[in-house]
């Protein structure tokens, strides 16, 4: 239930709080003294469309909160409960004066549609110029439904699943089929693919190998004269002396003088290796020297080697590995198409087995649907013979529909308003009045769906006896969940647990007189005020205060 509502800078209302009780609350007031735009802040609360004439004149935003309490029920299934605290949720919007805004939970910022959908679970307004419910065939199949029970709802997820699964598996197969078509000149293409890059055996890391290779080949007469001329200064007297001789020549110098100073010995090891290394490098450099050749076969054959990897990484990839990995791809997709034959029987069983799961739930559905669209209509007649519409026809056509995820049919009220004439589908024929006191016995048959009901003039074009037999039917609402309903009948009014007044008032802000909505919850003797204002207008006198007394203890047994 809407523990409180707070409002600031909401169109008229400047600062507004409002802590509400269980039971039946009603809201009046004079004509214009604020209570649709009350109801225009709950409804943008519940994540409903906003527009900058929200924002009260001077202002950057308004802000509405309404705080619940006792919501775990209704939202079962939703991924919300985890931001509850102490057994509160608080949805709050924000409108700023360009007409953007912003939603919370808990303080939490989420999407609109995120409080719609947890609105939705929470409060139902049902405004006085809407009646969108009872327009809507969608929302009368819901109706059924819920009245069907926790059995049927069952049934009905488990409806929704099945078709879920049986559309999945339907696309599955249409993209097979699709394939199908042009499957042997991809297998061809793949084919192909495969054999090139095969035929090539080309191995990670070998282009970069060629390359490297390529470029000695090429330079073979070069990498000849340069090595040809180190062995010669490393090893012969090139240019009169040679770098080993030199150093043999330092070592019997020094090998003198260590007989001297056995300190000099060191230095003797260190020319005795860099002989050592001088000699090693001249072997290997002998080695490397008689290796490098100008091999013109070689040369053609590794840039033909490298023209062939060369246009395998044009088709295939910037890389060796690239291609290879490609390759690998294009094998699994082979594998895939070569058993799409085989996939394509399974999933064809797959799909009968779906189909024939989704047609039993669909037919349990219906005749689910059937038996509760007698006792809606028996149940709606008896209330609406209540509220004084005895002559009235009411019922519920279920016809055959295109099959999907709520079943195979399509459900629509019919209506009457005479004896004898036929029934019409209710949206096409009925009066405002009409639907307004068939709205209330709707709610009244399928109570307790919903923690919160709103009523914005449920009572209008009702009057006398019929607006009694409405107040009776609110206080039934109100027995299993929490009513809030703005009326101009004292009858209905005086039927409340709680009863506020809402009504304009001048202030003066930095100078400038300006016109705020202000709420009041009435003791007994302000009520008594309220009911024979509504009751005589302007010329309240004992008499209507009398008639307020007796309204008001018509209802105190509650």
């Known amino acids: 239930m809407i523990r409180e509502l707070h409002v600031e800078n909401f169109a008229i209302i400047d600062s507004l709080s409002l802590e509400l009780e269980p039971g039946l609350c009603v809201l009046t007031g004079e004509t214009g003294a604020g209570k649709s735009v009350l109801i225009d802040a709950v409804l943008v609360a519940l994540g409903g469309k906003t ?67 947890v609105g939705a679970r929470l409060v139902d307004v049902h ?26 709802l069952a049934t009905l997820a488990r409806l ?97 003088a260590a007989a001297l100073d056995p300190a000099v010995a060191a230095f003797v090891g260190c020319v005795e290796n860099c002989l050592i290394l001088i000699d090693e490098t001249v072997r290997d450099l002998r080695q490397y020297h008689e290796r490098i050749e100008a091999d013109p076969a070689r040369i053609s054959w590794v840039a033909d080697r490298l023209e062939q990897i060369r246009r395998l990484k044009k088709k295939y990839g910037a890389t060796v590995e690239e291609i290879l990995n490609y390759r690998d791809s294009i094998e699994k997709e082979l594998a895939s198409l070569t058993h799409m034959e085989l996939a394509l029987e399974e999933l064809a069983s797959r799909e009968s087995a779906l189909l024939r799961a989704y047609n039993e739930c669909a037919e349990a559905v219906t005749q689910n649907r059937q038996e509760a669209a007698k006792l809606l209509r028996e149940m709606t007649l008896a209330h609406l013979r209540e509220l004084g519409m005895g002559k009235v026809q009411f019922g519920v056509a279920i016809k055959p529909a295109f099959p999907g995820p709520s079943g195979k049919d399509e459900v629509e009220f019919l209506f009457s308003a005479n004896v004898g004439e ?25 109570a307790g769906n919903i ?36 009326t101009h009948m004292p009858q209905i009014a005086c039927a409340a647990d709680v009863h506020y007044a809402i009504e304009k008032q ?16 009435l003791d007994h003797g302000e009520r008594v005020e309220e009911l024979a204002r509504m009751l005589a207008g302007e010329s309240v006198s004992d008499i209507t205060r009398a008639q307020a007394e007796e309204l008001l203890a018509r209802y105190r047994r509650y």
């Open 51 to 117: 527009s900058s004439e929200f924002v009260r004149s001077g202002y950057q935003k308004a802000r509405v909160d309404l705080v619940f309490e006792h919501y775990e029920g209704p939202l079962s299934g939703l991924d919300v409960t985890e931001l509850a605290e102490d057994n509160e949720l608080i949805l709050s919007r924000e409108v700023s004066s360009n007409g953007r805004s912003t939603a919370r939970l808990n303080g939490r910022p989420v999407t609109a549609a995120v409080l719609r959908q």
């Open 422 to 446: 036929e029934m019409r589908p209710l949206a096409k024929i009925a009066s405002g009045g009409e639907l307004s006191r068939i709205m209330l016995a709707l709610k009244v048959v399928s």
């Open 506 to 521: 001048r202030v003066f802000e930095a100078g400038t007189e300006r016109t705020v909505v202000r709420v009041r919850r």
């Open 160 to 256: 929704a699943t099945v078709h879920r699964e049986l559309t999945e598996c339907r696309a599955q197969k249409e993209e097979l089929l699709r394939q199908e078509r042009d499957r042997e000149r991809k297998i061809d293409l793949l084919k192909y693919q495969i054999e090139e890059i095969d035929r090539t055996r080309v191995v990670p890391g070998e282009d970069e190998e060629l390359a490297r290779e390529m470029k000695v080949l090429e330079h073979a007469e070069a990498l000849k004269q340069a090595t040809a001329s180190a062995i010669g200064l490393l090893s012969s007297q090139a240019r009169g002396y040679a770098a080993r001789d030199l150093l043999a020549e330092a070592k019997t110098q020094l090998e003198s």
């Open 451 to 486: 923690p919160t009901l709103i009523f914005d003039e449920i009572d209008s074009g009702v009057g006398g006896r019929a607006a009694t037999c409405v107040a009776d039917k609110l206080r039934l609402l109100a027995d299993h969940c929490q009513v809030l309903c703005v």
């Open 127 to 152: 405004g006085q110029h809407e009646h969108q419910s009872l327009l809507q065939p969608d929302a009368h199949r819901l109706f059924l439904d819920h009245l069907a029970g926790k059995e049927h």
